[in-house]
């Protein structure tokens, strides 16, 4: 009975260390593919350590797993995983010291309890592990999950750090002999065991300020770029405004003109004339690209931008006046989309611009092609940028479509790169 209830905890738990990690980290592949993959690779490993268990005890089990449970279930989520750097290192140790120290709690208190049959160790790990995925998916996914879409910069001293401790927390429970057999040692395991919660919730507090932090500077560039675009508005108004005081005072000389045309009959030249200051008062009145005030505003300013650098702005919008976004967002997304479009296009020799957009069933639809030189690399499904300061205006615009539950998505598509979104 003992055997049976310690082999079938064993199982429990390193079938649920596998859930955990899977509910913590973004695979590569889809979750059906995953799952399948994960249960291929895993299955064997667990039976593997099952067979050690049984045929050479429990002592010999703790000094093999790293070879036979450790090194290869990380290559093989390595090779998975869609984040390879530092935060699946964090992740991974993460995972595993939450359910080694799992492990080696129950199998202490069970140890000290000297309850027959190993029912303290085997009920406890029952108990303990479904309720861990419980709190870990109500309180902690999505967060843990942010964290590594936001936080770029600081996971290799996290991963460090946990290294450390994972390694701390293994030697110390296995060598020089398994720690259920040393009691006198129980105090120093305790003592290790508490240190590992709080630095793991000094990292969590570290990775809450920084994510703080990244939102503090999406909204000042928010704001720089509200600002920027209120700017452009005012002084494109002023030119407006003084273009027409211009045409009022020469208002007068221009009716004298058409009336020297019309009194000798010259009809064709005062025709041309008024058509030349059509064409004038033309000039000052804004493009309307749709009906949406701050939309408008975001594209007159790029389409000066683009007039500017050289490049054809090509617009095909139909868009009401009230969106179901707020005009913060607004700004957010089509900003950030037709900037990068004309920063993507700063060493291309084709230069154009193409946005579309319209509304359909209460959402919006928003589309921007550009050609690009160079390659284009992916993190995430979102493009990423090596330059400094850059990069930020992709994950602005995927937070927001999630935010308001739509879809986006960045492809290449015959040497184009195509940013599409629907809200």
Not at 79 to 85: C, Q, V, Y
Not at 105 to 131: E, N, Q
Not at 305 to 319: M, T
Request: contains cysteine.
């Amino acid at each position: 009975m003992t055997e049976i209830l310690r082999n079938a905890s064993l199982v429990w738990s390193l079938v649920h260390c596998v859930i955990l990690f899977m509910l913590l980290f973004k695979s590569r592949f889809s979750v059906k593919k995953t799952i399948i993959l994960t249960s291929a690779v895993t299955a064997p490993l667990i039976i593997i350590n099952l067979l050690i268990l049984v045929f050479f005890g429990l002592e010999k089990l703790t000094q093999l797993m790293i070879f036979t449970c450790i090194i290869p279930s990380f290559i093989f989520f390595f090779i998975i995983s869609e984040n390879r750097g530092f935060r699946f290192v964090f992740t991974f140790c993460l995972v595993d010291t939450i359910c080694y120290e799992v492990i080696v709690l129950t199998g202490m208190l069970d140890m000290w309890l000297k309850v027959p049959y190993c029912i303290v160790m085997a009920s406890l790990r029952l108990i303990m592990f479904p309720l861990l995925e419980l709190l870990l998916v109500k309180y902690f996914r999505k967060s843990y999950l942010d964290f590594q879409n936001l936080i770029l910069r600081g996971w290799g001293i996290f991963s460090l750090t946990a290294i450390v401790f994972y390694a701390l927390l293994a030697t110390s429970s296995v060598y020089p002999s398994i720690i259920w057999s040393r009691p006198e040692c129980f105090p120093v395991m305790i003592l290790i065991m508490t240190l590992m919660p709080i630095m793991y919730a000094t990292i969590f507090r570290l990775l809450i300020i920084q994510s703080k932090l990244h939102a503090s500077d999406r909204e000042t560039q928010i704001l720089d770029l509200q600002m920027k675009l209120a700017n452009e508005r005012l002084a494109a108004d002023s030119e407006n405004e003084s273009m027409l005081k211009t045409l009022r005072h020469d208002l007068r000389h221009h009716m004298v003109l058409l009336n020297d045309y019309i009194k000798s009959g010259d009809t064709e030249k005062a025709l041309e004339h008024i058509g030349s200051i059509s064409e004038y008062i033309d000039s000052t009145i804004p493009k309307q690209y749709c009906l949406n005030r701050v939309v408008n505003v975001t594209l007159s300013h790029f389409a000066n931008v683009c007039d500017l650098k050289g490049i054809d702005f090509i617009c095909e919008l139909s868009l009401s006046r009230q969106l179901n976004v707020s005009d913060i967002d607004l700004v957010v997304i089509f900003s950030n989309a037709l900037e990068n479009a004309v920063n993507a296009l700063e060493i291309c020799d084709t230069k154009r611009i193409e946005v579309k957009g319209f509304e359909s069933d209460g959402k919006f639809f928003f589309e921007v092609k550009n050609p690009f030189c160079g390659e284009i690399e992916f993190e995430n499904d979102l493009p990423v940028s090596r330059r400094e300061n850059h990069g930020y205006g992709t994950k602005s615009i995927a937070a927001i479509v999630e935010k308001h539950g739509g879809m986006y998505s960045f492809t290449v598509e015959d040497d184009i790169f195509v940013f599409r979104c629907a809200i």
